[in-house]
T-cell receptor, first 115, second 112 residues
Framework: GAGVSQSPRYKVAKRGQDVALRCDPI?????LFWYQQALGQGPEFLTY????????KSGLPSDRFFAERPEGSVSTLKIQRTQQEDSAVYLC?????????????FGPGTRLTVL | SQQGEEDPQALSIQEGENATMNCSYK?????LQWYRQNSGRGLVHLIL?????REKHSGRLRVTLDTSKKSSSLLITASRAADTASYFC????????????FGKGTLLTVNP
């Protein structure tokens, strides 16, 4: 079946521009996660949704970052007034249910480059 | 912040050899997971070991967990060129039953 998909796969933005990154989780998956992966580093947690509720946004680096999942399926990560330090791969993951033993399935990521 | 630290940062071996990667973590965990990442397939879950388990096998993979030392190891036996990838450990911490905290990864290169 279809896995987690993300679009666009690559995004180049000029500093100061707003960007929107989309995630389509696996159908029926309740939990959705966003991670940020800088070059040469492991992914770092940004935010977590259970259905449409954003239960944890503790990893969002600044108030320029905003995520939503209004209908409990597709999610959008928005970054306002992008800065060069926002350049990274943004990974989305989904899992069937909440809980520590539910495997997270990752999408291919969106590579954001801010010039 | 990174939960785990993988060791070594990079490893190069010949096809057929075994590869061992280690991970040390900082806080108590519910479980520890290993992931593989390459450009072709993205980040893929390999194996999960619970905090009350000491060893787990899956195909050519063997994972151990020592909670007293806060460390885990991943052994890949009879490596193949297709195993070339970055390998990450990720801890699911006691304070959260959903958030994964990843290490920096080990880059494994398997030479044919």
């Amino acid at each position: 079946g279809a896995g987690v998909s993300q679009s666009p796969r690559y995004k180049v933005a000029k500093r100061g521009q707003d960007v929107a990154l989309r995630c389509d989780p696996i159908s029926g998956h309740v939990s959705l996660f966003w991670y940020q992966q800088a070059l040469g580093q492991g992914p770092e947690f940004l935010t977590y949704f259970q259905n449409e509720a954003q239960l944890d946004k503790s990893g969002l680096p600044s108030d320029r970052f905003f995520a939503e999942r209004p209908e409990g399926s597709v999610s959008t990560l928005k970054i306002q007034r992008t800065q060069q330090e926002d350049s990274a791969v943004y990974l989305c993951a989904s899992s069937l249910a909440q809980g520590p033993y539910n495997e997270q399935f990752f999408g291919p990521g969106t590579r954001l480059t801010v010039l | 912040s990174q939960q785990g630290e993988e060791d070594p940062q990079a490893l190069s071996i010949q096809e057929g050899e075994n590869a061992t990667m280690n991970c040390s973590y900082k806080t108590s965990i519910n479980n520890l997971q290993w992931y593989r990442q390459n450009s072709g397939r993205g980040l893929v879950h390999l194996i999960l070991i619970r905090s009350n388990e000491r060893e787990k096998h899956s195909g050519r993979l063997r994972v151990t967990l020592d909670t007293s030392k806060k460390s885990s190891s991943l052994l890949i036996t009879a490596s193949r060129a297709a195993d070339t990838a970055s390998y990450f450990c990720a801890g699911n911490s006691g304070g959260s039953n959903y958030k994964l905290t990843f290490g920096k990864g080990t880059l494994l290169t398997v030479n044919p």
